[in-house]
């Protein structure tokens, strides 16, 4: 059969990551194996634990964090760091919950799966270590239900480290307890955001909180809870191991943000893949890397980081793959997964069937998201079929803004408006070609309402 | 709770005590039963396949919970089933990657080899047809899952052969 | 206190509201749906957007949503700014996208928040030109109509349904733009306060069913303020009339009793004065065997008075249904020696023990709004649900208040909904509750217990020792008894402030004075609690302050002949007491007057009978739990729509019949004349005159309106009568007019509303706007006068404790329990509660059923010394051995208290007791 079940791979050999370089994925095999307990030990895994819970206090994890200012790897780019020391503790204060998004639903995103196939152990070590800052009773790993493969290793990894005391009462001798169990979900892209995670978690529809308060100073059940993308956990134990100057580093002049990060290239490029690199690398660089366009076709425009980031376009390619350089751009570094499209390709379908996503996804809790989305879609569906009326561009323009930040209960409707308004201002005119006739004349005008 | 072997509900739907047993289990991790709800239902729907409306005051009686409360959760997530589906699911991704390779030639792929849209069953109760989010398997799109085994890139020409190998 | 700036004008708030509740507290307009008073914020439906700026320098600002944003000191912020403007435009463009262009078939119309909030926002023609997503309707009860096409998905709903009123069994269903509110699957909607989603629903999802067969516009109907007759809790109802029926009961705001919410009976249960079979002229017969011929009003009095004159002695039979007014006129008539309450003894004694226990055990009755701000309760014998339905839900937001409480703690505001709810998770304040079965209190009690009555008061009479070891102590008490007394005890000394209940539900002495004892500790160690004691009937507290012999003391007048005649007021007797003991009285008097608004048992029995106005078409005053002194208006004239009828208030009969018996002119007479006339006579119920402003009351010199005034069809809805418009009716009894002429506004605060309405404001959110701040008070205050002050008394424990419960063989003891819909006189003869009424059972333990060898739905003969009854039997876990649960409502006996024997019966034959 021609058609191969899809396995997780990270396109740099063995050969090519080193512990120093490539703090998330040097352990990585060639074959894409899961890393068992005793591999992962073997290189250096649960050191980061074991010195940290033994000779550091939990401020000292945060403050670390904070210097290296590993920005969260799930699209929002807050700094670990500033999260956790915001985490409410001390007396009178309950024990909370650590929790681990590994909802992995962003279109074009593919990279926390393969952390969580092939390496769950630096994700449970780097919980461990986030749940020993935050003073954490009880860790979650909240995967997304698809993700059938990823849950047997991480609850294959999870019984390791559990019986090899790196989960349970007094981790490492250090006297701190700390366990995780792993959640899986029942589908729902918006279970992604970190409020909406938790609701879901308490077993209830996925509709997200309002912040302030936030879920640091009361999230699952009321407790104080944390929660991280897979990646972000996964730097937190190299980061402890060498320290927050080693970790800005990494990235040298690339940029100011430190560590490495996943990123990724689809589309219709000739190899399509994952790489470790740099935060800050530029998009050429990937480009490069996934071998360029396929069939020799020209680059249109480009998502940075999954559906709900801007469109850039093929100037943007040189500017650093960081979260405040796209932030500039008026995109959004997102997962740092990149989408390509191609000359030939129609940016109105694709936003069409972005909108499509987001409006289906919705949670149904606010009136922009719920009632804004499906009209959009089908002003959109109208344009693509050449149905368009007179005004219906401008409407597109007031609906972007509408479902704009701050205007809406959370980010799920400004995700879906960025790649809309970005698309309306560079490629207007495949919008402007979809409308076809004037608007059709409802009623009288103007009717008469009288005042109040 | 009574620890009766097997809970019946009103209309006789009837939780297996093995089922019921994991989903106290699944309860257990949590701070309130309702959070085991989710769990609940995929225990059920793995057993039966989806979830009979029997089955919802069923769970809220397991969890001690309303059952508007769990045909709320129910209802809202996706890969849970409130009508019967077939014997195999296959989830299409839809998403932007999948899209931009061309994934609407294989949903009508699909489609066509199977006589039945999104949401529909064949008539012998083989396959359910439904679109997903972004399965995360961009750099081989398009992909598609069957069960429990997701599959990319799947080329129109390749659905025939593929589904070969679900009866 | 915080200043805030609103389009550059300064305004003092509170600074612990939100912005929207700020505003609107203000007086000004700002669009909203999810948000709502008693509930608080969620931030959903985004449409009460604002502009807020940093200072008064910033002059771009951001949109905030009032609702979530709080009103601290030195916000600046503007309703009147483009983008804010745009914004809301936007979002009521978004929720009318699905909404259905049904507005003139639709029940909500004219009253609708939607519409308005449309008409607010400017939203005047629809761009979206795609389709409709739709949704199939529910069954959802006798109640309740259901049409989900109209939702605007503001989950108002269900946070009242769920988050307010306890229920579990309306969800929110689906998700994106397709989500449904209903059950998981079709049937009645469980919840005894559903219908409040008729007032919650910003539009036409749930609508009031018993409205729906004869529709009318809010604007059309005419109204009136009125009060709840279906209990003693005294809620403050606003019906509304159309050619000359009643079509519906809505909430009228009351900032100290029910303020937003009824319960289901008092919404629903009105059918009975609309009934056919109501007796609308005199009816007369020389003799019992005669047929009743129908009289005119002037021969009806002539030959009452004739009967009465000619009377050796004269027994009036009040009643606990009926107002001051009525009852005072009765008294009048007959005199103070021949006067009774027309109450039975035994709850005679009840009311006037809980009435001293009001007034001297030494904590104060609360207000149903006061219950809501304590933080530790105890009840003792009540079933809320069934006696008080509104005084439970206030209960469970005082249970849930313990939330607010600890969010303080986290510096999150109350008003905060959600994150109040994350935050306290299912932490309540502690609620003990001590009754013969579990109760729909019990999820958010801490404990609960399923005593026999004797026990019931043995556990308060521990607790209070507990708290004051100079209180009696209980012998022979069990260990568990005594564990769970101690922490009774001690929660309710932890408490700020602790509240007990109590009642007369299960016709227990014990129970009340257990609590007495309990409330009397408490005073005693200083605590600001308070002690609230249930009711039965709608005028149980003032008939008490009024004082007169029970029912038992008239019937042996008559039986012995010591009186010959005897006028029944409003009362069928034959819900009292035993069938035969009426019978025989009212067998041996020469002359049986009875007014009445329905054809009871006790009607035909009559001589004379005279038909009386129910509470719709009368004005009076009735005392509340609370001891609440409230009037009730007349809504409308009987005689208008139907001249045939000879409907009178029961005081106006009774003063005419007086007149007539002692041969004076009659002249007419007004309430407030009979209203000071029963103040004065009456120490107790000297504050009476103050319930409420007289008929002299003005505003800008106008008479109140009772109608709209879009009132529409006065010159025709008479036309098939007479083609003549006859001239309003005139009403001499209060400043209402029955017209749509006079004041109806809200800027001139006045306590006695007959409708809520204000330029914009259609809906029952214009309550706001007659309020000093959202959610407060009335702004002329709030109608009534509390009568029920506590006061230096001589009071001291009650040592009379009962031995503990014993089962005793083949002695099964009666307990009488007290239904919501079913157990109440009137409401029971609507036919909406009627079909919301559960079957009637006998409730037996499980093994005391196994023992007797019956099972769930067998018939089951429960025999007593007066009478007998066959009910099918319901066996449950939680029940007292020994006793056998009666259900209130269906005949008077067998009596609680009463031992009575069991047999499995062949067939269901019915309560033979009765005849």
């Not at chain 1, 740099?12 to 095999?29: F, G």
């Not at chain 1, 937190?236 to 430190?258: C, F, I, R, T």
């Not at chain 3, 009979?674 to 008929?695: E, Q």
Request: with cysteine; aromatic share 8%.
């Amino acid at each position: 059969m021609s058609v191969t079940r899809y396995h997780s791979q990270l396109r740099q050999s063995a050969a090519e990551r080193r512990a120093e370089t490539h703090p998330l994925t040097w352990r990585l095999r060639d074959d894409g194996a899961r890393i068992g307990l005793d591999e992962y030990v073997d290189k250096d895994g649960y050191a980061a634990v074991r010195e940290v819970l033994n000779r550091q206090s939990p401020d000292d994890v945060i403050a670390t964090m904070k210097e290296a200012n590993v920005r969260g790897r799930g699209g929002a780019g807050f700094s670990a760091g500033m999260k956790w020391s915001l985490t409410m503790k001390g007396p009178g204060i309950p024990r909370g919950y650590l929790v681990c998004n590994a909802d992995e639903m962003e279109p074009g995103t593919f990279k926390d799966r393969l952390l969580l196939e092939q390496q769950p152990h630096l994700l449970i070590e780097g919980m461990i270590l986030g749940a020993y800052a935050n003073h954490s009773r009880y860790g979650y790993i909240f995967l997304r239900g698809e993700y059938v493969e990823a849950a047997r290793a991480v609850q294959q990894a999870l019984d390791e480290a559990r019986g090899a005391g790196w989960l349970g009462d007094d981790i490492a001798g250090s006297g701190f307890d700390f366990d995780i169990a792993l959640h899986t979900g029942a589908g729902r892209y918006i279970c992604g955001e970190e409020t909406a995670l938790i609701s879901s978690l308490e077993g209830k529809r996925a509709n997200p909180r309002a912040k302030p308060p936030f879920p640091g100073q009361s999230g699952a059940w009321g407790k104080p809870t944390v929660v991280n993308n897979v990646e972000t956990f996964c730097n937190a134990p190299a980061v402890m191991a060498h320290g927050a100057k080693w970790y800005q580093d990494l990235s040298g002049e690339l940029s100011n943000d430190g560590g490495t990060k996943l990123f990724g290239v689809s589309g219709k490029v000739e190899r399509t893949g994952l790489w470790e690199l740099p935060i800050g690398t530029p998009g050429r660089e990937l480009l490069e890397r996934a071998g360029g366009l396929r069939d020799g076709k020209a680059l249109k425009t480009w998502l940075p980081g999954g559906g709900s980031t801007g469109f850039l376009l093929p100037e943007h390619l040189d500017s650093a793959l960081d979260f405040d350089t796209i932030g500039k751009l008026g995109s959004r570094l997102g997962t740092g997964l990149l989408t390509v499209v191609n000359e030939d390709q129609s940016v109105l379908s694709l936003v069409r069937n972005l909108e499509q996503f987001f409006a289906r996804e919705s949670c149904g809790w606010c009136t922009p998201c719920r009632d804004g989305l499906p009209w959009t879609v089908k002003l959109l569906q109208a344009l693509e079929r050449g149905e368009g009326e007179r005004g219906d561009v401008e409407l597109l323009d007031k609906l972007a803004d509408d479902l704009g930040p701050g205007k809406t209960f959370c980010a799920h409707a400004p995700g879906a408006a960025m790649p809309l308004a970005s698309a309306l201002q560079y490629f207007r005119d495949e919008f402007e070609r979809g409308v076809t006739h004037p608007p059709r004349t409802a009623h009288a005008d103007p009717i008469p309402v009288g005042q109040i | 709770m009574n620890d009766t072997a097997r809970t019946i509900a009103s209309d006789g739907f009837v939780i297996e005590p093995e089922d019921r047993r994991a989903i106290e289990h699944e309860r257990d991790h949590y701070e309130q039963p309702q959070a085991a709800c989710i769990e609940a239902l995929k225990i059920v729907q793995r057993r039966h396949g989806w979830v009979p409306d029997a089955a919802i005051p069923a769970i809220a009686e397991v969890l001690g919970v309303g059952p508007a409360d769990v045909e709320g959760v129910a209802t809202f997530y996706s890969l849970i089933f409130r009508q019967p589906v077939g014997r195999h699911v296959i989830l299409v991704c839809d998403s932007s990657s999948c899209f931009l390779n061309d994934y609407e030639e294989l949903r009508d792929a699909l489609s066509a080899e199977l006589g039945i849209g999104f949401g529909q069953t064949t008539a012998d109760g083989r396959f359910t047809l439904l679109p997903v989010c972004c399965l995360g398997a961009c750099d081989r799109g398009p992909a598609l899952m069957i069960d429990d085994c997701t599959y990319g890139p799947v080329a129109p020409g390749d659905v025939a052969d593929l589904l070969e190998g679900f009866a | 206190m915080a200043t805030i700036h609103v389009d550059g004008q300064r305004y003092d708030v509170d600074g612990a509201d939100n912005l929207l509740d700020a505003c609107l507290s203000l007086g000004l307009d700002v669009p909203y749906f999810c948000w709502h008073p008693a509930m608080g914020s969620v931030g959903a439906c985004r449409q009460c957007a604002v502009k807020q700026f940093k200072d008064e320098d910033d002059t771009r600002g951001k949109l905030v949503m009032s609702c979530m944003t709080p009103a601290s000191d030195g916000s600046w912020i503007s309703i009147d700014d483009d983008e804010a403007r745009e914004f809301r435009a936007s979002v009521v463009e978004w929720l009318m996208i699905n909404h259905p262009h049904d507005c003139p078939v639709c029940e909500e119309g004219g009253h609708c928040h939607l519409q308005d909030m449309t008409v607010m926002t400017g939203h005047d023609r629809r761009r979206y030109r795609f389709r409709k997503r739709t949704h199939r309707n529910q069954y959802l009860g006798p109640f309740i109509a259901h049409e989900m096409n109209r939702c605007i998905t503001c989950y108002r709903c269900v946070r009242f349904y769920r988050d307010y009123a306890g229920g579990t069994d309306l969800g929110a269903f689906g998700a994106n733009d397709n989500i449904y509110f209903g059950r998981h699957q079709e049937g009645v909607l469980e919840s005894p306060f559903a219908g409040n989603l008729t007032e919650v629903c910003p539009t036409g999802v749930f609508t009031d069913q018993t409205h729906s067969e004869r529709y009318t516009r809010k604007w059309d109907l005419q109204f009136a303020p009125s009060l709840c007759h279906q209990c003693a809790v005294g809620c403050n109802i606003s019906p509304g009339e159309r050619y000359g029926d009643i079509r519906r009961i809505e909430n009228r705001y009351h900032g100290e009793v029910n303020r937003y919410f009824l319960c289901d009976r008092g919404r629903f249960g009105y059918g009975y004065v609309n009934r056919d079979d109501r007796p609308r002229l005199p009816e007369w017969r020389s003799d019992r065997g005669d047929e009743r011929v129908t009289l005119e009003v002037d021969a009806a009095l002539d030959r009452g008075a004739d009967r009465l004159r000619s009377a050796r002695r004269v027994i009036g039979i009040g009643s606990p249904r009926a107002s001051l007014e009525s009852n005072h006129q009765l008294r009048a008539l007959v005199g103070e020696g021949n006067f009774s309450t027309g109450i039975a003894a035994a709850e005679q004694r009840l009311l006037a023990r809980m009435q001293t226990l009001n007034r001297e055990c030494g904590l104060p009755t609360p207000t149903l709004r006061d219950v809501e701000h304590h933080d530790a309760v105890l009840i003792l014998g009540e079933d809320l649900i069934a006696s008080a339905a509104r005084v439970a839900l206030a209960v469970r937001q005082a249970a849930q208040a313990r939330r607010e409480a600890l969010a303080a703690e986290r510096g999150i505001p109350a008003w905060n909904d959600a994150a109040v709810r994350t935050l306290g998770q299912d932490r309540y304040h502690p609620v003990f509750i001590a009754y013969p079965t579990p109760t729909e209190l019990d999820d958010i009690a801490e404990a609960g217990w399923t005593l026999a009555p004797d026990d019931i008061a043995r556990l308060g009479f521990a607790v209070a020792h507990e708290i004051d070891p100079g209180a009696p102590a209980v012998d022979h008490l069990d260990a568990a008894t005594r564990e769970a007394a101690r922490d009774i005890a001690a929660r309710l000394l932890a408490a700020e402030r602790p509240l007990v209940i109590s009642g007369g539900s299960l016709g227990s002495e014990a129970i009340v004075e257990a609590a007495g004892n309990v409330a009397r500790a408490l005073a005693r160690r200083a605590r600001r609690g308070s002690l609230m004691l249930v009711r039965r009937e709608a005028n149980s507290t003032g008939l008490t302050l009024m004082g007169g012999a029970p029912l038992e003391w008239a019937l042996d007048e008559l039986e012995s002949r010591r009186a010959d005649a005897v006028v029944v007021l409003e009362n069928d007797l034959y819900q009292r007491l035993p069938g035969a003991r009426i019978e025989s009285a009212l067998e041996a008097a020469e002359t049986v007057v009875v007014l009445d608004h329905q054809r009871t048992a006790t009607w035909e029995r009559a001589h004379l009978g005279l038909p009386a106005a129910a509470f719709t078409e009368a004005d009076g005053t009735l005392v509340s739990l609370e001891g609440r002194a409230q009037r009730f208006f007349q809504v409308f004239d009987p005689a208008y729509m139907r001249p045939e009828t000879r409907i009178r208030e029961s005081w106006r009969w009774l003063h005419v019949l007086r007149a007539d018996v002692l041969r004076h002119d009659v002249g007419d007479i007004a309430l407030d004349a009979v209203t000071l006339d029963c103040a004065r006579h009456y120490p107790d119920l000297a504050a009476i005159v103050d319930a409420a402003p007289g008929a002299d009351y003005r505003v800008r010199g106008l008479k109140l309106a009772r109608e709209p005034q879009r009132y529409s069809g006065r010159t025709a809805m008479r036309a098939h009568i007479s083609v003549s418009e006859p001239r309003a009716p005139q009403d001499p009894d209060s400043a209402f007019t029955f017209s749509m002429e006079g004041y109806n506004g809200f800027d001139r605060p006045r306590e006695e509303v007959a409708f809520a309405w204000a330029p914009g404001w259609n809906s029952p959110q214009a309550w706001n706007k007659f309020t000093d701040e959202v959610g407060g008070h009335l702004r002329a205050g709030d109608p009534g006068v509390r009568l029920l002050a506590p006061r230096p008394g001589g009071y001291r424990y009650t040592d009379v404790i009962p031995a503990a419960h014993r089962a005793a063989g083949d002695a099964w003891q009666v307990v009488r329990l007290p239904r919501l819909f079913g157990g109440d006189e009137t409401s029971a003869r609507a036919a909406p509660i009627q079909a919301r009424a559960d079957a009637p059972v006998v409730r037996l333990a499980v093994d005391d059923a196994a023992r007797l060898g019956v099972s769930d739905g067998q018939p089951l003969r429960v025999a007593g010394e007066h009478g007998a009854l066959v009910l099918p039997v319901r066996c449950e876990a939680r029940w007292p051995a020994g006793t056998i649960g009666v259900p209130a409502g269906i005949g008077p006996w067998p009596a609680g208290g009463e031992a009575v024997s069991l047999a499995v019966a062949a067939t269901q034959a019915n309560e033979e007791g009765r005849a």
